[in-house]
RNA sequence: GGAAGGGUGGCCGAGUGGUUUAAGGCACACGCCUGGAACGCGUGCAUACGUGAAAGCGUAUCGAGGGUUCGAAUCCCUCCUCUUCCGCCA
């Protein structure tokens, strides 16, 4: 959500903002509202000041006794009241319009994120690690699963549809143990703490958060109203609503391992094989709430944090930044890390993790008292996967695949697996 | 699902139609006191919006939204939510 009163005051700079994610210019249109708002307010706001006024004047000869002038008084208000009712409502209907207005814009990019288009535009900044070098043709994760006899896709789409999976044995175990080393990581060497949230959550907590009112194709929605979490990151960073933390407990650094829910809508035909999209899939997230000072910093460390994940592991990746056309709806800068899939022979998206500045903090009025005591301020959230299990899965089968089929497992996850080195078929 | 009782500032907590302009306390900030602290004393201390160069002024906000009234934290309606009890239940 954009403050109204920054783009009264640089609304050339707000269209450029807009203009680098290859948006219309909008200032002029939204400062009609706001220039049609103040002026309605002020009305308002003097035949309240008024009503005020007599109401006192009233209670006040009322305590006297004078109950003629008390009732002549009365009589005056008949046509401010009047005034005051339809113009609470007219108020409350231009509010509505600004807000609406509002909402469906996205955040604008740092300054040195670079422009771009589309993926192509992304810049990489660093690399880590090397390709595993088979002396063979590399399989496919599905390929591998399937062999092992431990990954179904037939049976999930017999009784869900398409885009789910059935893992057992010693993958469905890998899933979890992926889970619990991720999760040791983060709260462990990385310092954030862990959570267990709720996986439905209402429209406030997803407007907060900025999937709604834009996006809510992507979601899923219960019966009763609810929505499927499309990440933790909307129930982590809506711990925050309506708060006020004093600057001194800040950063707060969360991390929670949940299921994630995604329509998918818009995905026809890409990745249709496979565990890379799914429309169920276990995320360990990472959210941070920083003051606007630290929010930066606090992006580079977010994102080492997520490598720190992929070293572990020996995980060849790539680090981009991504560009504006790119980006995420509500982020500032984001960095996706690209984990190597020698099966695919191609770099995919495992962790992206996103500064969103003021943007969600003033969706959901999640803000800090400054040090100084005075006044309060929004807060700043970042949010990033650290990881995304079920990729890291595919990136363990393909690079760690053997040549007779078997994987072996990284040696960080093997307490987690019970002893258990190399997966086989049975 | 049924019944009853609650929701007031960062926190606790008073307040049942008109100087509440939300008491009091805690926490916090600054000052005095002190060798330095604690204690004590004094001052300050919600947010949003509008207006203004600023000081300030105005409006709104006591879970949310409607309503009654000249005037609502207070009365009425709807919803949300919490607590307790009953029922059901992993």
Redesign the pocket.
Known sequence: MH???AIRDNPEGFDTGLARRGLAPLSTELLKI?AER?DH??K???A??R??????D??EA??AGDKGLAERL?AE?GSI?EFI?SGEAVE?DINQRLEAALAGIPNIPLDDVPDGKDESGNVEVRRWGKPPGFNYEARQHFDIGEWLGLMDFETAAKISGARFVVMKGQLARLERALAQFMLDLQTGTNGYTEHYVPYLVNDAAVYGTGQLPKFAEDLFKTTDGRWLIPTAEVSLTNLVRER?IDEKDLPLRMTAYTPCFRAEAGAAGRDTRGMIRQHQFSKVEMVSITTPENSRGELERMTGCAESVLQALGLHYRVLRLCTGDMGFGSRMTYDLEVWLPGQNAFREISSCSVCGDFQARRMDARY?PA??K??RYVHTLNGSGLAVGRTMVAILENYQNADGSVTIPEALRPYMGGVELITRA
Request: net charge positive; glycine share 10%; hydrophobic share 30%.
């Open positions: 403050d109204i009163k706001d103040r307010m002020q308002l706001q003097d309240q000041a009503r005020n006024a007599a109401s006192k009233i209670g009322m305590k009365k208000m009241k009712s409350r006020i008292k100084d005591g006044g309060t």
